[in-house]
């Protein structure tokens, strides 16, 4: 079973967000059971990164967009990457979206449209000569052209889109059709129309023979107004034909506060000493004042989606009950610097470090009693299930992913709305419980004893790519 793997970042060489730590993990998970190889944009993060890459096939200009070459390379363990080599497209600074100051790149559209229409190539068995896919999985808007590519092109190859993130749907004014090959009679709302702009990841809804995403419940809401950001009545009708399904994520193995070597000292359940330590060693290296109190964490993108407001909001009765907050992350300006303005407000008790270090999340995580995940809403989420296995209790928003991760009142707190009142209602139970001895420590020891291995989901793509593909 041939499988290509069309994502946009990966934790090995670019980090951006959940996508690159499910890229990073999935495939490696499911090497046992398919023949399983990545397709990368050439940012010039991974060109660096990659010592061997063979070239093995060229893709002609096609539409307005540039020729390019595909290269073959693999992973320090050995798993297979291809990354399309198009110096005008990739190598840029600043991350796989925009430029250094975060904005969008201007041509998103042409450069992960050529690198889809590339995909849809090599699957199809036009680019490597000794390689073709019996099935493609691509990963949210910036591959969701590729079902579309291989329908248009007339291959009968399945296809599956995994949707991280519904709310990101690459949108492009209709004059981008022309840009990138795409057929007008395909722009109506059946197709890739979304209220006169061209949707890349309704592409990917349409053409896609089956779509998934990253937890059951999340499955069910994208079905509804309030989840579907406007795509609900198409998700509806695929739900319907059984051609949705969730399928949970898992967490990579490394994250063990046993073995981490990023950590001040390693601990396991139980062992409430060690975990102190971490305690100690975040409190000092954010500055915070010492206290006996309980230190909330948030290691997340800082977007609206995750409901760092709330947390804004809800900061100085934390910090009045005796709390601590520290913060690591990344996102929109504006909630950076609201999240700074706090620190300059209260040094003593909230901690931020702007920008992401995974070394120093897991130090988070491993020093923190309890992780804040006020999310609006959560496709899967992987900060909780982190936070699970370094013994943070999660306090988390009842839906998406968080809803299937976190068991209330036994691994972590869930609280019903995204709202202050009802964040703050799994705030206060919290604080109770740090007060409750023997209630912390069952908690603690439920939370890290849980496992989210990816060899279940992995189980659970492998079958479907079987059903879809006959192989
Ligand atoms: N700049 C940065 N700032 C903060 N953290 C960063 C980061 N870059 C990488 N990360 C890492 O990404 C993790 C966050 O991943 P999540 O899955 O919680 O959210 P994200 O919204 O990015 O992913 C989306 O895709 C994933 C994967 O399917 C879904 O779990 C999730 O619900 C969905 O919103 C953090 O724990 C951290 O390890």
Request: glycine share 10%; proline share 4%; with cysteine.
């Amino acid at each position: 079973m041939r499988v290509l793997f069309v994502t946009t970042e990966m934790d090995d060489f670019v980090r951006v967000g959940g996508l690159g730590a499910v890229s990073a993990a999935l495939p490696r998970a499911l090497r046992p059971l398919a023949d399983i190889r990545v397709m990368l944009p050439g940012y010039r993060d991974i060109i660096e990164q990659l010592t061997h890459i063979q070239i093995v096939g060229r893709c002609p200009a096609f539409a307005e967009m540039p020729a390019c070459s595909l290269g073959r390379a693999a992973t320090r363990d050995g798993l297979p990457v291809y990354v399309l080599l198009c110096s005008q497209l990739y190598d840029r600074p600043g991350n796989p979206y925009g430029d250094e100051s975060g904005r969008d790149w201007p041509d998103n559209d042409i450069r992960f449209a050529r690198f889809a229409s590339a995909a849809a190539e090599l699957a199809m068995g036009k680019l490597d000569k000794n390689w073709a896919a019996d099935l493609i999985h691509a990963n949210d808007w910036q591959a969701s052209l590729v079902p579309a590519y291989l329908a248009w092109r007339g291959a009968k190859l399945p296809s599956i889109l995994t949707i991280h993130n519904l709310a990101y749907q690459g949108l492009f004014p209709k004059d981008s059709l022309r840009r990138i090959g795409v057929p007008e009679s395909s722009f109506h709302i059946d197709g890739v129309e979304f209220y006169d702009q061209l949707s890349f990841l309704k592409a990917g809804l349409v053409y896609a023979s089956h779509l998934t995403t990253v937890s059951g419940t999340y499955a069910r809401e994208i079905t509804t107004e309030e989840f579907g950001c406007g795509l609900e009545g198409l998700l509806r009708v695929r739900s319907d034909a059984a051609e949705l399904t969730g399928i949970l994520n898992g967490i990579d193995e490394s994250w063990d506060p046993r073995s981490c070597a990023q950590l001040a000292q390693q601990f396991g359940a139980g062992d409430w000493v060690g975990k102190k330590a971490n305690a100690d060693y975040v409190r000092k290296q954010f500055g915070l004042a010492v206290s006996r109190g309980p230190m909330f964490a948030i290691v997340a993108r800082l977007v609206h989606q995750k409901g760092i407001d709330l947390v804004l909001s809800a900061a100085d009765e934390i910090i009045d009950a005796g709390g601590q907050i520290v913060v690591t992350g990344s996102g929109e300006p504006a909630l950076e610097q609201a999240l700074i303005d706090a620190h300059r407000r209260r040094p003593d008790a909230i901690g931020v470090t702007i920008g992401f270090n995974e070394a120093q999340a897991r130090r988070i995580f491993a020093g923190s009693d309890f992780t804040l995940m006020p999310s609006r809403f959560e496709p899967c989420g992987l900060s909780q299930m982190y936070a699970q296995r370094f013994g943070s209790l999660p306090i988390g928003h009842q839906t998406g992913g968080l809803a299937e991760t976190i068991t209330d009142g036994e691994t972590g707190f869930l609280f019903s709305h995204p709202s202050r009142a009802s964040f703050l209602g799994g705030v206060r139970r919290a604080f109770s419980t740090f007060v409750a001895h023997d209630q912390l420590d069952s908690m603690r020891r439920s939370a890290m004893g849980r496992s989210f291995s990816w060899s279940i989901s992995a189980g659970s793509y492998s079958a479907l790519y079987r059903k879809l593909a006959s192989v």
